[in-house]
């Protein structure tokens, strides 16, 4: 039952329902930092807000980052697929872990998560310059 859970619950078909939710919440975390140096020159309850969401929604994705790598981790030691891969020792079983590990790195939303962020911290820091240079000159 643990290996299926492994297999199936956080490599396999389900994965890439549940990933967007998870894809998701990185988003809100990541906006609702960057709307922080925004909204607080307008309210401070609402800023603040915003950075509650912001960082609990960034605990829920870092939360499931974790538990996948860590899920990750685990299939490699228990096969020791590190060692049988490089004898070419690979049994059937094995090889369909190391191709869900490989496909779930290769299909990993987080480049486009990274990219997202770069560009939401560099239009935030432009609009924060724009509002201070305002509001001081």
């Known amino acids: 039952m643990i290996d299926e859970q492994i297999t199936y619950g956080v490599l396999g078909p389900k994965a890439k329902k549940y990933s967007i939710y998870f894809f998701i919440f990185g988003l ?16 401070q309850f609402w800023g603040s807000l915003a950075w509650y ?17 860590f899920s990750r981790k ?16 690979l049994s059937d079983l094995e090889k369909n872990e190391l191709l869900m590990i490989l ?3 290769y299909f990993s939303r987080s480049t486009y998560n990274f990219y997202i962020l770069y560009v939401a911290t560099v239009a935030a820091l432009i609009l924060e310059i724009i509002i201070d240079f305002i509001k001081y000159f």
């Open 28 to 43: 809100i975390g990541a906006f609702g930092v960057r709307l922080v140096l925004i909204i607080s020159h307008f309210s």
């Open 53 to 69: 969401v912001a960082m609990i929604s960034y605990l829920i994705f870092y939360h499931h980052r974790y538990y996948v790598e």
């Open 74 to 89: 685990k299939i490699i030691e228990k096969y020791d697929l590190l060692k049988k891969f490089k004898k070419e020792q």
């Open 103 to 105: 496909n779930s790195v």
